[in-house]
């Protein structure tokens, strides 16, 4: 059967965006390439023009370089299509993307939004308030257990400052201070060497009473050599 029927083919798939792009790409290549040609053909013939003496010789080369020029208006009418469809082939690519990162964009938000409700579903703003005011009140208790450790066990409550103060001031009368405000106990020391009536100290060797140094001191204090007389 199938030799008298034939199978049937898979269609092929259609060309993508992609694909249209680089055929017409292509094409425009070979059009420059052709138009580049035609340019050094026609170059070729204006030296030849150049060359020849008006006549029939020249008419002829003349219509041969109008040919040329035809054929190259031609091509690049062509080259100017097929950019403008490249053109209009990029313009749809661009859209498409963007379609495209539109539908992934979405895909995203709307994964992101389903996991949060799930998660909001977890924390509830009531029992936020009631978890605050518990650990409020922790705090507050652990306060008082700091305060009631820290109480001193050998000062009574009833103590009046009032009392306090009192026995300080009459404790800095007792002390004496000067007009100054200094306490007795920071001032200086008085000197006791006038009530003591000490002898001074010796300041260097000891002479007796009814012997008088005759002998000459220079100027530190020590016996002068005495120097020799010069003779003439």
Do not use: C, W
């Not at 425009?28 to 053909?41: N, P, T």
């Not at 938000?109 to 518990?134: F, H, P, R």
């Not at 060797?205 to 002998?215: D, G, I, L």
């Amino acid at each position: 059967m199938r030799r008298v029927f034939g199978v049937k083919k898979d269609k092929e798939p259609p060309p993508s965006l992609q694909d249209a792009t680089d055929r017409i790409g292509k094409r425009g290549e070979s059009v420059d390439e052709k138009i580049k040609r035609l340019d050094a053909e026609l170059n070729r013939y204006k030296e030849q023009i150049k060359k020849t003496r008006p006549g029939p010789a020249q008419e002829a080369v003349k219509a041969r370089a109008m040919r040329v020029l035809k054929q190259k208006r031609m091509y690049e009418g062509q080259r100017d299509m097929l950019y403008n469809q490249t053109f209009n082939l990029d313009q749809v690519a661009f859209a498409a993307e963007g379609i495209k990162d539109a539908q992934q964009t979405m895909t995203a938000l709307k994964s992101a939004n389903k996991e949060l409700k799930g998660m909001m579903k977890t924390v509830k703003i009531q029992d936020i308030d009631n978890m605050q005011d518990e650990m409020m009140d922790l705090m507050d208790v652990s306060n008082e257990i700091q305060e009631s450790l820290g109480r001193s066990y050998s000062v009574p409550d009833d103590i009046d400052e009032d009392d306090l103060m009192g026995e300080l001031d009459a404790l800095e009368a007792d002390m004496g201070t000067e007009s100054d405000g200094v306490p007795s106990y920071l001032q200086d020391e008085p000197d006791l060497e006038p009530e003591l009536n000490l002898p001074p100290a010796p300041s260097g060797h000891a002479v007796p009473p009814n012997r008088h140094n005759t002998q000459a001191e220079d100027e530190l204090g020590l016996p002068s050599v005495p120097r020799a007389s010069l003779r003439g």
